[in-house]
T-cell receptor
């Protein structure tokens, strides 16, 4: 099993550009989540999904969109990138009430 | 929503000594409390977790204790080794996994040789 995979590993954007961060898992987990990690802030939940076709907002959802068309994939879209979105983004997956497995992260810089 | 406080932010201990990291949470409905270790440039990895129906759990040199009354849980690492140096995060989840985790801000553990 590859576990949770994320692409790209690094990305530099200009303010106003859009992009999609990819996340995939091969463990057949129902739950998937996106977090951002900023220095001194820990990890904060952006969006999560409890199954295909079902998504909900976390603590810091503004500026991000998600969709869940399959169990395996949970992409995160930045509609119009801003410098405040410079961060490291982590995707995670789990069974209900189970251990969350994290991907290796995407380091995003918005200029 | 849930709020998790973690202390200290930095902890330096001599190799072989014990390390203790403490967290408090606010939502009495929280029922799952994992601890993650994050090494530089990597994603968080679960090292131990505890559920609200258990007071203590051990796994070799690592243990976690939970006091539901005080809404307090702690990570204990004994006989620390250089490879224990990392950032450790506590977390709490009041939704049984459905609505993600609320993390503490992390503790940078430094093991001095």
């Amino acid at each position: 099993n590859a576990g949770v995979t994320q692409t790209p590993k690094f990305q530099v954007l200009k303010t106003g550009q859009s992009m999609t961060l990819q996340c995939a898992q091969d463990m057949n987990h129902e739950y998937m989540s996106w977090y951002r990690q900023d220095p001194g802030m820990g990890l904060r939940l952006i969006h999560y999904s409890v199954g295909a076709g079902i998504t909900d907002q976390g603590e810091v959802p503004n500026g991000y969109n998600v969709s869940r068309s399959t169990t395996e994939d949970f992409p995160l879209r930045l509609l119009s990138a801003a410098p405040s979105q410079t961060s490291v983004y982590f995707c995670a997956s789990s069974y209900p009430s189970g251990q969350q497995f994290f991907g290796p992260g995407t380091r995003l810089t918005v200029l | 929503g849930e709020n998790v406080e973690q202390h200290p932010s930095t902890l330096s201990v001599q190799e072989g000594d014990s390390a203790v990291i403490k967290c408090t949470y606010s939502d009495s409905a929280s029922n799952y409390f994992p601890w993650y270790k994050q090494e530089l440039g990597k994603g968080p990895q679960l090292i131990i977790d505890i559920r609200s129906n258990v007071g203590e759990k051990k796994d070799q040199r690592i243990a976690v204790t939970l006091n539901k009354t005080a809404k307090h849980f702690s990570l204990h690492i004994t006989e620390t080794q250089p490879e224990d140096s990392a950032v450790y995060f506590c977390a709490a989840n009041s939704g049984g996994g459905a609505d993600g985790l609320t993390f503490g801000k992390g503790t940078h553990l430094i093991i001095q040789p």
